[in-house]
């Protein structure tokens, strides 16, 4: 059925967690953990640290939960972006197994928090005859990691699947919520929290003279033992972690259906680009979300309303699609070895940060809160170093990091062999965008403009402060 082409930005999308203000970071601080960062993985750190008997200082830049942890749609599975027959192949099983096994704790772990969490199984089918081998391959890796799953011809979905792989004891939740409760469960435990307090400046310590960390915002400061980046992708260039990363742009519609369909279970397709399945949440017996189409961050240039008008037509083919009530966009950084950096940088053993995530920011939040606890309790784990940021890479995944390394390298020149070109909005048609130059700014200044389908137009700065790139 051909998409009704709406426009896409007149839709609303997640709010976020809803709290009062805390309060702006207006003082020098001294204490044992500050963590710069309040999503999942940042409240989640903060409150292991704050219950193992530490002083804790969290610095959000905006208000807690209001970044990518909020354009979470919920979506907990064991089950990882890169498929586990590459992950064995590249890590041995052994290591994916140990992985695997810790993974799986940490999302029983996260249950313990009341979110409205509603335990579904997980199916990742196909309707493609061609993918069913590696539909097959998949669960018989599975089997080998002890992943309790089993092979299926039916699912709950009003259309036909070929087959698709049944992972029991997943689950789905509201982020919203879930960023709520350990909000209250942080301040609870101790946990001094500060919003609107972003982080402008991070310097090492230097022994003797200096033997923490100090973190700078515009009103303060905080000075610390240790020192978490809870910040999705680490910030300040402390360790070159952001040549191996690839960002990745992925898409979410939330829909109304005709009548109440009783999805029981989260879904996944094999496509390339790949579709989600997902029950809304706050619970509604009509309403789903559909997501995915993800691509790289600016190769091709794509039109978000595109995408999503590819979402609808998706949707709309497998669904009775009563309206469409939300849509927006999220960015996932994924490792070329599928599996996410936690320790610490490059600059300082006592500067930390977690990344690379994938699709699984809400199981790796605490899995990552859980490893870098064991660095700062200073209690030896094989997981913690296989994870770490400094682990050696396989020869298999070095294409994949030069390809990486060659995009970031690629962003960080092209903007000044670019030097010149205007922006100007008067020329934008709706869903158009530009990066330009404004006369006498430097590149950090460069500017990036869009024009929206309602025709406003919105200017923001074109220079990633994460990685000096446009």
Known sequence: MASSRIQFSKLSRPAGPLHSPLPVLRANLRCDVCVVGGGLTGMLTALLAAQAGRSVVLLEAR???????????????????????????????????????????????????????????????????????????????????????????????????LEAIRVENQAVVDPGALASTLRQAAQAAGVQIFEDSPAVEIDAPRPPHRRQVRVSTEAGSVASEWCVLATHSPIFDLHPVHFELKARRTYVLGAR??????????????????????????TSSNGIWVGGMDHDVGSPPRLESDLLARLEDFARARFEVEALEQAWSGQILETADGLPYLGHSLQSGRI??????????????????????????????????????????NPRTWIALASNSMGFLEKKTTPALRRGRPCDPEKLAEGEACVGDRDGESVAQRVAMSRDESGEVREFSAYCPHMGVE
């Open 63 to 161: 208000r807690l939960g209001s970044g990518e942890s909020a354009l979470s749609t919920g979506h907990v599975t064991e089950v990882l972006d890169t498929r586990f027959t590459r992950l064995i192949k590249l890590h041995g099983r052994e290591r994916i197994e140990a992985f695997s096994e810790a993974h799986r704790a940490a999302i029983h772990q996260l249950m313990h928090w009341e979110a409205g969490w509603i335990r579904v199984p997980g199916y990742l089918y196909t309707e493609q005859d061609h993918q069913l081998g590696v539909l097959r391959r998949e669960l018989e890796a599975m089997a080998e990691l002890h992943i309790s799953s089993n092979s299926q011809r039916y699912t709950p979905l009003p259309f036909p699947v």
């Open 257 to 282: 259906l005709r009548s109440s369909t009783l999805l029981a279970g989260t879904y996944w397709d094999l496509g390339d680009p790949y579709h989600f399945i997902r029950p809304s949440l706050p």
């Open 352 to 393: 930390l940060f977690a990344t690379g995530f994938g699709g699984n920011g809400v199981s790796m939040a605490m899995l990552a809160a859980n490893l870098l606890h064991s660095r700062i309790e200073e209690s030896r784990s094989d997981l913690a170093d296989f994870l770490s940021p400094l682990r050696l890479r």
